[in-house]
């Protein structure tokens, strides 16, 4: 079974950084794109950024130039540095993979259960 866990969330002061990490573990063959979401409360869950297997990359207007995503393919691993944090980024950040278990011929979407990401202002 595949799991995806995210780490790294916290509570931090207006102006901070955060680095979150998602490790996945599990039969994986291989893994396509990797990235990061976010939802607030009361908001629906909006793509923060992403990244594919051969290193594109792609943010959301709202955290361009604050926020970068990187991975390591050896570790099945995607991170994100979030700096200069604001109030508005405030919200349970999931990490999602594309990802292809060992014996499958297909991609499906794997999903992390969530950490929380709280700015103080």
């Known amino acids: 079974q595949v799991q995806l866990v995210e780490s790294g969330g916290g509570l931090v002061q207006a102006g901070g950084s955060l680095r979150l990490s998602c490790a996945t573990s599990?039969?994986?063959?291989?893994?396509?794109?990797m990235g990061w979401h976010r939802q607030a409360p009361g908001k629906q869950r909006e793509l923060v950024a992403g990244?594919?297997?051969?290193?594109?990359?792609n943010y959301a207007d709202s955290v361009k130039g604050r926020f970068t995503i990187s991975r390591d393919n050896a570790k099945n691993t995607v991170y994100l540095q979030m700096n200069s944090l604001q109030p508005a980024s405030t919200a349970v950040y999931y990490c999602?993979?594309?990802?292809?278990?060992?014996?499958?011929?297909?991609?499906?979407?794997?999903w992390g259960q969530g950490t929380q990401v709280t700015v103080s202002s």
């Open positions: 999602n993979a594309a990802l292809r278990v060992t014996g499958h011929r297909d991609y499906y979407a794997s």
């Open positions: 599990g039969s994986i063959f291989s893994i396509n794109a």
């Open positions: 990244t594919t297997s051969d290193g594109r990359t």
